[in-house]
């Protein structure tokens, strides 16, 4: 999954983010395969299922048959071709959902030994947030933040300065 590098700086916000928004007495569906992030929400007190790896574009069942109270999804509507038929899938009122942003000076993502692990979509965050009012989600609140490398060059630079992930706290809008 993680080819070079672990992502700690996005696992360190994205933690701060979701105790900020939920607790750990609720029980949370996240979508994609266990891995280090969802060993991390254990660590820190959630009680975490997974899906099983099947794939979300044909196979929404998990997620209509799931109990959780919350859906978490973090880097994974990106590789997702149709991610308005899973956040219409979803049954929960509470949602917290990141993505890599759209960066004007870098091709979309694309692993060259993992056919799963490429990215369809890479959102501004202007879509990401259609996309969720579309799919009948209002977000309360949002965050960006950078991913700065240590090497050298214009781009290197430039993600000093670029957010490049993007996450949101939503509920589900009900219809009056």
Same mark, same amino acid.
């Given at each position: ?65 799931? #109990?959780?109270?919350?859906? +978490? ?7 997702? %071709?149709?991610? =308005? @038929?899973?956040?219409?899938? !979803? ?52 965050? #960006?933040?950078?991913?700065? +490398? ?7 630079? %430039?993600?000093? =300065? @670029?957010?490049?992930?993007? !996450? ?9």
């Amino acid at each position: 999954m993680y080819e070079k590098t672990f992502p700690n700086k996005r696992f360190k916000h994205t933690i701060s983010f979701l105790e900020k928004h939920i607790t750990n007495s609720h029980k949370i569906l996240d979508l994609g395969v266990i891995n280090p992030f969802s060993e991390i929400m254990t660590k820190h007190g959630y009680v975490v299922e997974n899906t099983k790896g099947e794939d979300l574009d044909f196979d929404t069942s998990t997620i209509e048959n799931s #109990k959780a109270d919350v859906v +978490t999804a973090f880097e994974i509507f990106e590789h997702l %071709l149709s991610p =308005f @038929t899973v956040l219409k899938a !979803i049954k929960t009122d509470k949602l917290v959902a990141s993505v890599p942003l759209k960066l004007w000076f870098s091709s979309a993502y694309r692993s060259k030994t993992d056919m799963l692990d490429r990215h369809y979509h890479e959102f501004e965050d202007w879509q990401f947030d259609w996309l969720l009012e579309k799919a009948g989600w209002r977000i309360l609140d949002r965050e #960006k933040w950078t991913n700065p +490398t240590k090497k050298i060059g214009l781009r290197p630079i %430039l993600r000093w =300065f @670029t957010p490049r992930y993007y !996450i949101v706290y939503a509920e589900r809008i009900h219809p009056n």
